[in-house]
């Protein structure tokens, strides 16, 4: 069903803009807690992070939990979750309607052959384009809820309406877009390799089991689309890392309870900032709840959108 199918294709525009929301809307309020911590260890701390490491905010997932829990309640693990969800849905409906137009077109300009043997490499290019399409569409939401996970106590914006207030008054309107740059050069290949994995994963599932079907079951989805997100994810997280300490910088004064706030210039002098001072490792921090929630967030993407383009069919079968 992800991707352009001429035998099966009879969804509309506005079918796949509704499909693409409601994945996107699920998906964000499941695996938001993750994303929590995973901005949490990218940002606030340059100090190692080691259950031994007297020094660091945080020692590890179950401590950093702990930590939030404790200090900040149960609804610190959902901060930013508004801005998160505009995002959520905002991108979730451009990928999938920009992906399924541009199948489409590879389609009806190549060979039928050729997509059809080359399936997964027609799958990463459009798949690329249509996520960059989806983040310089999102990008200002992404950074809006960056800053907002980010803040400790106490908190220098009071929600998401005074965060955008702030930031075009004190910084102005392109500061919206703080890391546009390093999150291009990571969604280009980041979504294509999710889309591409999604459909090999999706030909070797049906080849090891036999499956002619054309329908996709749940289990697939889930299946498929989580190993199509852990390995796009491990390629591409250093850049997700710089991104991320590019967002919020300008408002280190929020950050200072989590540890020593660090200022970058641009992509190369973070990078090289933190190979320097925090080794190679540091360019992995956050990694585990990342990949983790890469997992489920791409499994459940993927299975939901699916599940809905296959109730959405059924209005014209009646």
């Not at 280190?252 to 660090?262: N, T, V």
């Amino acid at each position: 069903m992800v991707g352009f199918e001429p035998q099966t294709n009879q969804l509309s525009r506005w079918d796949y803009s509704a499909a693409g929301a409601v994945s996107g809307i699920a998906t964000r309020f499941l695996c938001q807690p993750l994303d929590v911590l995973k901005i949490r260890f990218q940002l606030l701390q340059v100090e190692p992070i080691h259950r031994t490491a007297v020094t660091s905010k945080y020692r590890g997932l179950t401590h950093a939990t702990q930590c939030i829990i404790r200090e900040e309640k149960v609804a610190a693990l959902w901060k930013g979750h508004v801005p998160a969800q505009f995002l959520s849905v905002v991108y979730g409906v451009m990928q999938f309607v920009s992906f399924e137009v541009l199948t489409e077109c590879v389609w009806k300009l190549l060979s039928p052959t050729l997509t059809k043997n080359w399936r997964p490499v027609v799958h990463f290019t459009c798949g690329g384009i249509s996520g960059c399409m989806a983040t310089i569409a999102a990008q200002p939401f992404d950074v809006i809820r960056t800053r907002l996970v980010a803040q400790g106590e106490p908190k220098m914006y009071k929600g998401t309406i005074h965060a955008v207030q702030s930031i075009l008054k004190e910084e102005g309107f392109f500061k919206l877009y703080r890391g546009l740059s390093p999150t291009l050069l990571q969604v280009g290949p980041y979504v294509g390799a999710q889309f591409g994995f999604y459909r090999l994963f999706q030909e070797i599932w049906n080849t090891a089991l036999k499956i002619t079907d054309t329908k996709i079951g749940i289990t697939e989805s889930l299946v498929c689309g989580s190993c199509a997100g852990m390995s796009a994810k491990a390629v591409v997280y250093p850049l997700d890392l710089i991104k991320k300490r590019l967002q919020v910088q300008g408002f280190e004064k929020a950050r200072q309870p989590f540890g020593s706030p660090r200022l970058y210039t641009g992509i190369i002098h973070c990078l090289m900032t933190v190979l320097k001072e925090e080794g190679f490792g540091g360019l992995y921090k956050g990694f585990s709840p990342s990949l983790l929630k890469s997992a489920l967030s791409t499994g459940l993407s993927f299975a939901v959108y699916e599940k809905m383009c296959q109730l959405l069919l059924l209005k014209y079968k009646l």
